[in-house]
């Protein structure tokens, strides 16, 4: 079938989907937003380990980041994603290939209407035609990094699994204000969501952001 086809099979699928619910989904509107501008903070004095328009700033104190994300994603009633990695982590580069592309963001229509039940879409406000979700990518192997991790919990996650300390990329969830953050998606009895918008999926429904539902079917693969 011509991809041509595909596409407007989704649509028409999505389209429907709107149209039961009374929500309408922009499908170009994109799931994932920044919490933070880089630019509005000022790096450390005499600190040169970033290189231009990282996406992990080494140089930049993570806790006004980590504080700032917070209020933005609160401002804007968001779940917050926090992705832990550093600028030379090959695995990293990849999830951002994967999931973040800003050439071709993965959108509110693509996680609504094929990641969520029914009745998942039904509990989020205006059906989550709007629903998104602010990201901060933060640099792990920095000190000052690995300290805020140790401070809020999540390296104690990764020990928990074997790990001494946070692996990269490490992607964690969390309520803004809470503190409280849920990962356990990615090593739970020895298997994980093969795709990862099923472990956001999870983690959101940990969160209380969703309902659970037994009968969306989510694939579980070996964990590495």
């Not at 035609?129 to 996650?157: W, Y």
Request: net charge negative; with cysteine; charged share 20%.
């Amino acid at each position: 079938m011509k991809a041509s086809l595909w596409s407007g099979l989704f649509a028409a699928a999505a389209l429907l989907v709107t149209a039961c619910s009374g929500a309408t989904i922009d499908d170009s509107k994109p799931l994932f937003v920044d919490a933070v501008d880089y630019a509005d903070f000022t790096p450390a004095a005499g600190c040169t380990a970033d290189v231009e328009n990282a996406t992990y700033r080494a140089c930049i104190d993570p806790n006004a980041l980590y504080a700032a994300a917070v209020d933005s994603a609160q401002a804007a009633d968001n779940p917050l994603m926090v992705i832990w990695g550093f600028e030379e982590c090959p695995y990293c580069k990849k999830f951002a290939q994967d999931e973040m592309d800003p050439e071709n963001p993965r959108t509110i229509q693509d996680f609504v209407t094929n990641t969520l039940s029914k009745t998942q879409r039904e509990s989020l406000a205006n059906n989550g035609a709007d629903f998104q979700i602010s990201v901060l990518h933060l640099h792990v192997r920095a000190p000052a990094g690995a300290e805020l991790a140790e401070r809020l919990g999540v390296t104690d996650i990764a020990r928990e699994r074997g790990w001494h300390r946070v692996w990269s990329p490490f992607v964690s969830f969390t309520r803004p204000g809470s503190d409280t953050f849920v990962a356990q998606t990615q090593f739970e009895q020895g298997e994980k969501p093969c795709n990862y918008v099923d472990d956001f999926a999870i983690s959101l429904q940990q969160l209380g952001y969703i309902p659970e539902d037994a009968s969306k079917e989510r694939p579980m693969c070996a964990a590495a």
